[in-house]
């Protein structure tokens, strides 16, 4: 490959990867409407606040490790990861990412408790 081409597909990469950025930044303002989750909310109120969470953990580590089952609200993608040489986007499989915003339900599918993720 020549270095033209090579710095043609940079190029590329690198503005899909901006236009994908823009894109969740967006969603992800949708997120922080300023709209409060209040202990006691259902699931369904959460969803007409905040909208879809990221992802959802039932019956894994997750939600043994915060008692319940847990929504995950944050970053789908971190523009930061790409000049670090970082995968930048988040997959949670198993667990929350670093700074996720969690609600945890209890039994009765009602907000029991809010936290932050560390990991």
Known sequence: MHANQTKRIFILII????????????????????????????????LSKLGNPVAVFTNDFASLKYGGEVWAYGREFDPKAVLRGDFP????FFAPEDGDVLIVFDTTSEVKSLQVSKK
């Open 89 to 92: 986007f988040k997959l949670r």
């Open 15 to 46: 503005v899909l990867l901006t236009a994908s950025a823009g894109f969740i930044f967006v969603r992800n303002l949708k997120h922080g409407s300023g709209q409060r989750v209040l202990i006691g909310d259902s699931k369904s109120v959460v």
